[in-house]
């Protein structure tokens, strides 16, 4: 099902999601037998940027009538219509006539859209199918009523209403769902890749519903179109897809933003809020999430622990499947002992250590340097007999760790754990032998 063409479509559209330019000259050295169709349609999605409609005029479109809008998105506007053919009620997002420009890459989309029509299941809205019909492309999938996590968080924010911790249970549940919702697609080979709080929709039953399956290529893409929407997009994003590397994307990619979007609902605050587009996306690769404890109390932590799990930087520390996050969900909103273990301290030392292999390495060169120079002149003044070995011995081991870590000066009581914490993300910056002395 997953071609490599769309593989490839879809790793450069992340790319430039993430803000990177559109380098056709790289495309073409890289991928030489597909450069021709990606960059068609790279260029193609580009340009619907520009072409983004206001709202369309109510009335018929093809089998559907207009009765109202009832939201609007970063591409599309989406109204109630009913199906007349079938007469049914639906949701029906009108996209940019833009996309259609190009036969070829609407086929693809329609394609993508066609699976995620294969997808049934209570926890995901069902989509009814994907046309185009004077020169509009259209998505309908059924009406659900009920309010999106984006628009109850909008409310709660301004209310300041954290979650207390019956409702954090009841979020646990609604979210084991959603869970459960990706499971199943993940199985059929669909990734959602475009999860957040405007894409899941509380129905009046408090059941979680996924909105959008199949549309993530070309809404994402779409998203740029405004720029200050980028910034919505990038919030969710996981930090394989903030790469925007040639890594390979998979479903787990969609447990991290299902977890930093019940992260935000927990916490009424975005997981990571930078300065600026480029800033979130280096805070979501580098930075660790600060505990949702620390910004709700009344978090439980063993909720906390489970939604820590989603966020991890390596897909492998992850949840393996959405299975596995649904069943530790369904294990805290029950009373049972989790799965997901919290981070131990000298798990995070070690992980920040491989992340800063190189100066690792430098600090540990440094610091033996230092303790030869230390034993050095503890020699020297002990053959001279001028100096009290008592006195200078622990003040030379200040001095190494002083070296070893750069800036930071620390005590000569210092374990061995944050010592190494400290070599791992320190600069390296060797005292001179006058500082030395
Ligand atoms: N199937 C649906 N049933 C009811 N309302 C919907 C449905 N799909 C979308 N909406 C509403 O339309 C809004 C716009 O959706 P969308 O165009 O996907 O934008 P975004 O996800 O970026 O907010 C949603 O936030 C939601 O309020
Ligand atoms: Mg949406």
Partial sequence: MADRLGDLLAAYIDRINAGWALDETEIA????????????DLRTLMQVRSRREGSEPLGELGDYRLIRQ??????????????????????????????????????????????????????????????VDRDTPHY?????????LAQILARRRGAGEAPAPEECYRLAEAFAGAAEGLQHA?????????????????????????????????EGQASLTQSGDLMGTVLYMSPEQAMAKRIQVDHRTDVYSLGATLYETLTLRPLFEG??????LSRIIFQDPAPPRRR?????????????????????DRYRTAEALAQDLRRFVRGDAIEARPEAGWERLVRRARRHRWRLAIAAVFACMAV???????????????????????????????????RFSVDVGTGLGDLLGLMAIGPIVPLTPEEFR
């Avoid at 050295?29 to 068609?40: K, S, T």
């Avoid at 929709?201 to 408090?206: A, Q, S, V």
């Avoid at 059941?207 to 199949?214: A, E, K, M, T, V």
Wanted: charged share 30%; proline share 5%; with cysteine.
């Fill in 296 to 316: 709700n109390p009344r978090v439980p932590a063993d909720l906390e622990t489970i939604v820590l799990k989603c966020l991890r930087k390596d897909p492998a």
């Fill in 186 to 218: 993940h199985r059929e080979g669909i990734i959602h890749r475009d999860l957040k709080p405007s894409n899941l929709i509380l129905d009046p039953t408090g059941r979680l519903r996924i909105l959008d399956f199949g549309l993530a290529r070309l």
């Fill in 70 to 131: 009832v939201g609007r998105g970063g591409m599309g506007v989406v109204y109630e219509a009913t199906q007349v053919s079938m007469d049914r009620r639906v949701a029906l997002k009108i996209l940019p006539s833009g996309v259609a420009a190009d036969a070829k890459t609407l086929a693809r989309f329609l394609r993508e859209a066609k699976i995620a029509g294969k997808l049934d299941h209570p926890n995901i809205v069902r989509v009814y199918g994907m046309g």
């Fill in 275 to 280: 300065k600026s587009t480029q800033d979130t």
């Fill in 29 to 40: 050295r890289e991928h030489p037998d597909l450069a021709a169709e990606l960059i068609g």
């Fill in 372 to 406: 030869a120079a230390g034993w050095l002149a503890l020699e020297r003044a002990r053959s001279e007999r001028k100096l009290d070995l008592a006195h200078y011995e622990p003040a030379i081991r200040v001095q190494a760790v002083k070296i070893a870590t750069g």
């Fill in 140 to 148: 309908a999938m059924e009406f659900v009523e009920g309010e999106t």
